[in-house]
């Protein structure tokens, strides 16, 4: 991967990472290293830094670049016109003086495409949001009255901001005021990380509340699943609890049982290996012991202790969410209300114009202007809402990207240090198990080395009163 180059798909403001490289849409960056975790180093215009290997797609060499290299020496661009390749393959182009953007290929005659407009967020949307997270506004009456007169029928720019609603049902779909491209235009979305099953590809709708009549956001599922992985790994942890009560109380009985004088006073051989088994016990006691507290000090605490602040760092990411959620939804309520006002402008025009066909009087015509005017401003007022709008959903994108990354590598960490733990557990059991093998070792060999004959001979020289045995009396 080191050494490739690549294009990115969405802008990245780098605040993520101390050393972030911050970069926008249709940019090209050499790529110095990739790292597992899904960060990036790059390199672009001498600046290094890292950034989200989901925010940029790689350049195949033999293809893209060359091939825009090849066609700009045949036909150069006008002065101050850029060429870039959206995340779908196709080429757009944007006037750097006045932020003009058209799918069309500007000629190196004066004059603009006919199909420009005076937007920059006007780009073509990446997966159904605009990549543009600021960009200045052009207030000009004589291009935004062409704009708000456009019949229905004329052919539009593909990544226009038309204020119709003919063209957002066709190309885009609002569910909850957020914004997804329409089925037409779905397949051209590709997945920010394909074959991975991301967290960052798969909760961008909203969801039913199976257990209240509202919904539920896709990020809201994502936390839901960490909080409950947090429980389970409590529970687990509840569990090993447990299961160091059981050896304690295990280990406290079998010392107990060890210091009993049952059978103490049996002698020889089978004593020694009887008083050996009591040993044992007191031994086996141990070893458990030693199990359960490196059980508590090795499992269990670890299992306690894996982000204690786990819950508040949780929270903190969905007040952030939530807030810019919420900021979207104010923005979606301005533009309707803009689109509103519009339309009654225009309808105040139409009236006002329908009545300069009947009566012509120089307050009509006065009242047209004024029409016209205010018309123009409802124009402006909506672009500038939906300017508005197209930067807070972008700053929601980037975020919900960022973030459901961050907790999709939480959960991987979580998972593995379970795993680590439950195969120190394992570990431990074995050792417990050949621990108690070994202090049965010398139990076994001394039972083997009785010998109830040997018993008998030390028995009788230790206890013997005399050899010489009773005759009979003879007469």
């Known amino acids: 991967m080191s050494g490739s180059l690549c294009r990115s798909l969405y802008a990245f403001g780098g605040e993520q990472h101390q050393q972030g490289l911050s970069f926008q849409a249709g940019e090209e960056i050499r790529v110095l290293q990739a790292l597992p975790g899904g960060w990036w180093q790059g390199e672009k215009d001498g600046v290094r830094g890292w950034f989200p290997s989901s925010y940029v797609q790689v350049v195949e060499r033999t293809a893209s670049l060359s091939q825009l290299a090849a066609e700009d020496l045949k036909d150069r661009l006008p002065p101050h016109w850029k060429c870039y390749v959206s995340p779908q393959g196709q080429r757009y182009y944007v006037n750097t003086t006045n932020n003009e953007t058209t799918w069309e290929r ?31 506004l052009h207030h000009v009456e004589s291009s935004h009255s062409s704009l708000v007169r456009r019949s229905s029928g004329e052919p539009q720019s593909p ?12 190309t885009t779909v609002t569910v909850n005021c957020v914004t997804f491209p329409s089925a037409v235009c779905l397949p051209e979305q590709r997945l920010l990380k394909p074959d ?7 909760f961008w709708n909203d969801k039913k509340d199976l257990q209240g009549s509202g919904c539920v956001t896709g990020f809201e599922i994502l936390l839901q699943k960490q909080l409950k992985g947090r429980q389970m790994q409590k529970e687990m942890s509840e569990f090993i609890r447990e299961r160091i009560k059981i ?7 079998l010392s107990k049982l060890s210091q009993i004088p049952l059978a103490g006073q049996e002698e020889g051989t089978l004593g020694e290996a009887w008083a050996q088994l ?13 199990f359960s507290s490196k059980l508590q000090s090795e499992v269990e605490k670890p299992l306690l202790t894996f982000r204690e602040n786990f819950k508040k760092d949780m929270k903190r990411f969905d007040h952030h969410i939530a807030d810019l959620r919420k900021q979207l939804v104010g923005r979606y309520a301005a533009v309707e209300r803009a689109r509103k006002a519009l339309a009654d402008r225009q309808k105040e025009l139409e009236l006002k114009t329908q009545q300069l066909e009947t009566k012509l009087t120089s307050k009509t015509e006065e009242d047209i202007k004024k029409a016209r005017r205010k018309s123009t401003q409802a124009g402006d007022e909506l672009m500038r809402c939906v300017d508005q709008y197209n930067q807070s959903q972008s700053r929601w994108f980037e975020e919900m990207v960022t973030t459901s990354l961050e907790l999709e590598r939480l959960e991987m960490e979580r998972v593995e240090m379970i795993r680590q733990h439950l195969c ?22 001394l039972l083997q080395c009785v010998n109830p004959a040997k018993d008998r001979e030390l028995w009788v020289r230790e206890n013997k009163t005399g050899e010489v045995r009773p005759v009979d009396i003879e007469i």
Do not use: I
């Not at 991975?196 to 798969?202: A, M, P």
């Not at 009591?278 to 030693?290: G, I, P, Q, R, Y």
């Open 247 to 253: 050896e304690e109380e295990y280990a406290k009985n």
């Open 106 to 136: 500007p000629s190196s005659a004066p004059g603009t495409p006919r199909s420009s407009f005076r937007h920059k967020n006007s780009l073509p949307a990446v997966n159904g949001f605009h990549s543009s997270s600021s960009s200045p």
């Open 278 to 290: 009591k040993k044992s016990l007191a031994d086996e006691a141990e070893v458990h012991l030693k």
């Open 196 to 202: 991975e099953w991301s967290y960052c590809d798969f």
């Open 424 to 445: 120190q557990y394992t570990t431990l059991r074995h050792e417990t198990d050949m621990f108690n093998q070994s202090t049965m070792e010398p139990v076994d060999q």
């Open 159 to 170: 990544g226009s901001m038309s204020p119709t609603r003919k063209q957002n049902k066709e």
